[in-house]
């Protein structure tokens, strides 16, 4: 049974550009979300997607967007790369949106030159 | 804003030790999980517990949570070198019609020397 997949692993890209990141959810899940850890920190809430809804959103500007597919799996879209954006950015899924233990995929680790 | 506020910060301790963490948070919640992660890889589910229980157990791993006092304790018995990562206690903050996400603290990086 694959557990939550998350691609690429790593990802260097410069200020001012785009990037995308995929994620697919563990076998049965039907809730995807999406964190930001900035080195030495917990991982912050960025958004939950539900029934390819976005269902809530945490402190981050509109340069983030995401879409979840027919199949569950996601993606996390970054616009307009500022250095702060270097993180690492961590799925997890979940079977409903409320309230459930959620399983982490191991993350893309992205760094913004 | 992160809710939760791990303590101490920085733990080291001997393996066969046990090891005691501790997360406080600031508003009402449906349910606190604490999860671990390795070398800042993904993160590991250990536990939830609800808000209407006390205490749970899970192989090693004792957690224990005060409503009241709004804190949780994490205790890993017996500890072993393979615990040594950084463990985070998580809070779903109940709000009406309910809430999706999950609020981290900063985290405990706990040392287990051999």
């Known amino acids: 049974d694959a557990g939550v997949t998350q691609s690429p692993t790593h990802l260097i890209k410069t200020r001012g550009q785009q990037v995308t990141l995929r994620c697919s959810p563990k076998?049965?899940?039907?809730?995807v979300s999406w964190y930001q850890q900035a080195l030495g920190q917990g991982p912050q809430f960025i958004f939950q997607?539900?029934?390819?809804?976005?269902?809530q959103r945490g402190n981050f500007p509109d340069r983030f967007s995401g879409h979840q597919f027919p199949n569950y799996s996601s993606e996390l879209n970054v616009n307009a790369l500022l250095l702060g954006d270097s993180a690492l950015y961590l799925c997890?899924?979940?079977?409903?949106?409320?309230?459930?233990?959620?399983?982490f995929g191991p993350g893309t680790r992205l760094t913004v030159l | 804003s992160q809710q939760g506020e791990e303590d101490p910060q920085a733990l080291s301790i001997q393996e066969g030790e046990n090891a005691t963490m501790n997360c406080s948070y600031k508003?009402?919640?449906?349910?606190l999980q604490w999860y671990r992660q390795n070398s800042g890889r993904g993160l590991v589910h250990l536990i939830l517990?609800?808000?209407?229980?006390r205490e749970k157990h899970s192989g090693r791993l004792r957690v224990t949570l005060d409503t009241s006092k709004k804190s949780s304790s994490l205790l890993i018995t017996a500890s072993r070198a393979a615990d040594t990562a950084s463990y985070f206690c998580?809070?779903?903050?109940?709000?009406?019609?309910?809430?999706?996400?999950?609020?981290f603290g900063k985290g405990t990086k706990l040392t287990v020397n051999p």
């Open positions: 997890a899924s979940s079977f409903g949106p409320l309230y459930n233990e959620q399983f």
């Open positions: 076998s049965g899940h039907d809730t």
């Open positions: 997607y539900y029934e390819e809804e976005e269902r």
């Open positions: 508003t009402s919640i449906n349910n």
């Open positions: 517990i609800r808000s209407n229980e």
């Open positions: 998580a809070t779903a903050p109940w709000i009406q019609g309910g809430s999706e996400k999950l609020v």
